[in-house]
T-cell receptor, first 116, second 114 residues
Framework: GENVEQHPSTLSVQEGDSAVIKCTYS??????FPWYKQELGKGPQLIID?????GEKKDQRIAVTLNKTAKHFSLHITETQPEDSAVYFC???????????????FGQGTILTVHP | DADVTQTPRNRITKTGKRIMLECSQTKGHDRMYWYRQDPGLGLRLIYYSFDVKDINKGEISDGYSVSRQAQAKFSLSLESAIPNQTALYFCATSDYTGGAVAYTFGSGTRLTVV
């Protein structure tokens, strides 16, 4: 099945700096890659996603890039703010057949702390 | 009201007790999931269901069971709770639109087994 590795596990930045979180995946047939943000005491929420036919997608201060050849994708947050502090998860959609079809596999999570 | 509601929000139980965590959704999604979150281990899948008659084991199903009572309800049971099942548990739902699989998570149940 799909395996997703996420790095770093913790990331500390100063307000206004950029933050980058990277993920690698194992299944070359995976074709959908979402990112989730989990704030304290809440469940993860989708913040941005990218499909395999696109190399980059941007939404205001956040962007995601995808390198299908290398099987890795990254989340970029520019001009970080204290409210960006949260746990971030990457995920990949399994394209395997049978009961795994359409299921997401998550990375281990990154704790981002933005210092004022 | 929340799209995905989990009850209880917090629970402390004793070793050996049976406990049920409940999840209900108003999204109208067919697919529902139970995840466990531990520090540094991310979200690990316990069980998932793609429709009312479909139940599948995830990567860490030992010690857990589930019941899909209706399209909107999916409950997780710990038959005999043990301390290493202390964790944050999330229910999620999803649709399947083309290549995208948009998950909606509940707010979680924090379970402590003493």
């Amino acid at each position: 099945g799909e395996n997703v590795e996420q790095h770093p596990s913790t990331l500390s930045v100063q307000e206004g700096d950029s933050a980058v979180i990277k993920c690698t995946y194992s299944d070359s047939a995976s074709n959908y890659f979402p990112w989730y943000k989990q704030e304290l005491g809440k469940g993860p929420q989708l913040i941005i996603d990218i499909r395999s036919n696109v190399g980059e997608k941007k939404d205001q201060r956040i962007a995601v890039t995808l390198n299908k050849t290398a099987k890795h994708f990254s989340l970029h947050i520019t001009e970080t703010q204290p409210e960006d502090s949260a746990v971030y998860f990457c995920a990949a959609r399994s394209n395997a057949g049978g009961t795994s079809y359409g299921k997401l596999t998550f990375g281990q999570g990154t704790i981002l702390t933005v210092h004022p | 009201d929340a799209d995905v509601t989990q009850t209880p929000r917090n629970r402390i139980t004793k070793t050996g007790k049976r406990i049920m965590l409940e999840c209900s959704q108003t999204k109208g999604h067919d697919r529902m999931y139970w995840y466990r979150q531990d520090p540094g281990l991310g979200l690990r899948l316990i069980y998932y269901s793609f429709d009312v008659k479909d139940i599948n084991k995830g990567e860490i199903s030992d010690g857990y069971s589930v019941s899909r009572q209706a399209q909107a309800k999916f409950s997780l049971s710990l038959e005999s709770a043990i301390p290493n099942q202390t964790a944050l548990y999330f229910c999620a739902t999803s649709d399947y639109t083309g290549g995208a699989v948009a998950y909606t998570f509940g707010s979680g149940t924090r379970l402590t087994v003493v």
